[in-house]
T-cell receptor, first 114, second 113 residues
């Protein structure tokens, strides 16, 4: 079956612009996660959606970052007024519900801020 | 605060060798530990998940062990092949941390033909 799909695969934009990154999870997965991978910081958690519960936004680095998950499926991560330090690979993962389900990752969106 | 460490950061071995990758974590209050591989420019591929009540998991040439009390996990790769070359990451899902995984920095493995 299809895995986690992310788009675009690459995005180059100018500092100060807004960007939207999309994640399409595995069908039937109720949990969806966003992570960021950068050279100096490794893999960092950003936000977690589980079913209809309020999302865990504890990893978002600033109020310029937000995410939505519509209809319990597709998610969009939005970064407003991008800065050069936002350059990274943004990874999305999904899983079945529960604490002992493996997380399955997409190939990520490589974001470059000029 | 949970911290995950992987040693070594990089490893180069000749083809056919058996090898062990190490992962340690500071807080034993975890639900599970998951091993991933990452190829250049790609996302993470899940290899094995060990629940906190388990001691080991096996998949093909891979065997992962977990010693929760000492905060350690190992990933054993038997009869290594050049196609095993990748970065290997371990991550824990900790109590009271929501659903997030906390990752180590990874071990970059190179298997030489």
């Amino acid at each position: 079956g299809a895995g986690v799909s992310q788009s675009p695969s690459n995005k180059v934009t100018e500092k100060g612009k807004d960007v939207e990154l999309r994640c399409d999870p595995i069908s039937g997965h109720t949990a969806l996660y966003w992570y960021r991978q950068s050279l100096g910081q490794g893999l960092e958690f950003l936000i977690y959606f589980q079913g209809n519960s309020a999302p865990d936004k504890s990893g978002l680095p600033s109020d310029r970052f937000s995410a939505e998950r519509t209809g319990g499926s597709v998610s969009t991560l939005t970064i407003q007024r991008t800065q050069q330090e936002d350059s990274a690979v943004y990874l999305c993962a999904s899983s079945l519900g529960g604490n002992n389900q493996p997380q399955h990752f997409g190939d990520g969106t490589r974001l470059s801020i000029l | 605060k949970q911290e995950v460490t992987q040693i070594p950061a990089a490893l180069s071995v000749p083809e056919g060798e058996n090898l062990v990758l190490n992962c340690s974590f500071t807080d034993s209050a975890i639900y599970n530990l998951q091993w991933f591989r990452q190829d250049p420019g790609k996302g993470l591929t899940s290899l094995l998940l060990i629940q906190s009540s388990q001691r080991e998991q096996t998949s093909g040439r891979l065997n992962a062990s977990l010693d929760k009390s000492s905060g350690r996990s190992t990933l054993y790769i038997a009869a290594s092949q050049p196609g095993d070359s990748a970065t290997y990451l371990c991550a824990v899902r900790a109590y009271n941390q929501g659903g997030k995984l906390i990752f180590g920095q990874g071990t970059e493995l190179s298997v030489k033909p």
